[in-house]
C-alpha cells in the first residue's frame, strides 16, 4: 500500500511569493491534516481537512491556508511569504481524523531566501 | 489535550531493551496515548497507541499505568536504525486530526 506523498520534496522561493505544496494520502483515507516544523517550534499543526472541509485549526495567519478535493488529496497554500516559514512541511493521513492513527509523508522543505 | 514530560535524552546499547518513559498526569478519561518517532530528515513514523490497556505491536510494546499518568515504551531489541526522536502525545478522540508534539526524547542506540 503506498504511503502518503508530498510534492515537491524540496522549494526554494523569495520573501513576498506564495507556494502551494501538494499531499497525497493513503487509499482510502480521507482526513488530511498538515504541520510545520522548524527548529524554535518544533512541530505545530496547522489544520484538518475531512471531506473537503476544514474541520480543526491551529494557530496560524490567515497566509497559511488549505484545501481538499473530492479524491481526498489535499493542498495547502502560503501566501506573502516570510523569512519566518523557512521549514518542513508535513502531511499526515488517517482513515477519519478520529482516534485512529495518521500516517506521515516525509514532507516537502521550503526555503525562503 | 494533556502535556506530556519525555527526558531530553537516552542512549541505549544495540540488542538490549530500550525503556522510554513518558508522564501524563493530567490524562482525562478519553484521552489516548500515542508514540510516534521521527529519523532525521523522514516524517514521524507511527509506532503504538493505547488507552488503557497494555499494547504491543511487530515495532513495540505501550505500558500504561493503571491510574494511566505515565507510561513506557519498550523496544525489545534496539538496532542502530532505532536511532530516532521519540514522541510521546496524549490526544481526544475528536481533536480531528491534531497531533500536539512536545520536545520528544533523543534516542542514541550504539554499537
Known amino acids: 500500500k503506498a504511503g502518503v506523498t508530498q510534492t515537491p520534496r524540496y522549494l526554494i522561493k523569495t520573501r513576498g511569493q506564495q507556494v502551494t505544496l501538494s499531499c497525497s494520502p493513503i487509499s482510502g483515507h480521507r482526513s488530511v491534516s498538515w504541520y510545520q516544523q522548524t527548529p524554535g517550534q518544533g512541530l505545530q499543526f496547522l489544520f484538518e481537512?475531512?471531506?473537503?472541509?476544514?474541520?480543526n485549526k491551529g494557530n496560524f495567519p490567515g497566509r497559511f491556508s488549505g484545501r481538499q478535493f473530492s479524491n481526498s488529496r489535499s493542498e495547502m497554500n502560503v501566501s506573502t511569504l516570510e523569512l519566518g516559514d523557512s521549514a518542513l512541511y508535513l502531511c499526515?493521513?488517517?482513515?477519519?481524523?478520529?482516534?485512529?492513527?495518521?500516517?506521515f509523508g516525509d514532507g516537502t522543505r521550503l526555503s525562503i531566501l | 489535550d494533556a502535556k506530556t514530560t519525555q527526558p531530553t535524552s537516552m542512549d541505549c546499547a544495540e540488542g538490549r531493551a530500550a525503556n522510554l518513559p513518558c508522564n501524563h498526569s493530567t490524562i482525562s478519561g478519553n484521552e489516548y496515548v500515542y508514540w510516534y518517532r521521527q529519523i532525521h530528515s523522514q516524517g514521524p513514523q507511527y509506532i503504538i497507541h493505547?488507552?488503557?490497556n497494555n499494547e504491543t505491536n511487530e515495532m513495540a510494546s505501550l505500558i500504561i499505568t493503571e491510574d494511566r499518568k505515565s507510561s513506557t515504551l519498550i523496544l525489545p531489541h534496539a538496532t542502530l536504525r532505532d536511532t530516532a526522536v521519540y514522541y510521546c502525545?496524549?490526544?481526544?478522540?475528536?481533536?480531528?486530526?491534531?497531533?500536539?508534539f512536545g520536545a520528544g526524547t533523543q534516542v542514541v542506540v550504539t554499537p
Open positions: 499526515a493521513s488517517s482513515l477519519d481524523g478520529g482516534f485512529r492513527p495518521q500516517h
Open positions: 493505547g488507552l488503557k
Open positions: 481537512y475531512f471531506s473537503e472541509t476544514q474541520r
Open positions: 502525545i496524549v490526544r481526544e478522540t475528536d481533536s480531528w486530526g491534531k497531533l500536539q
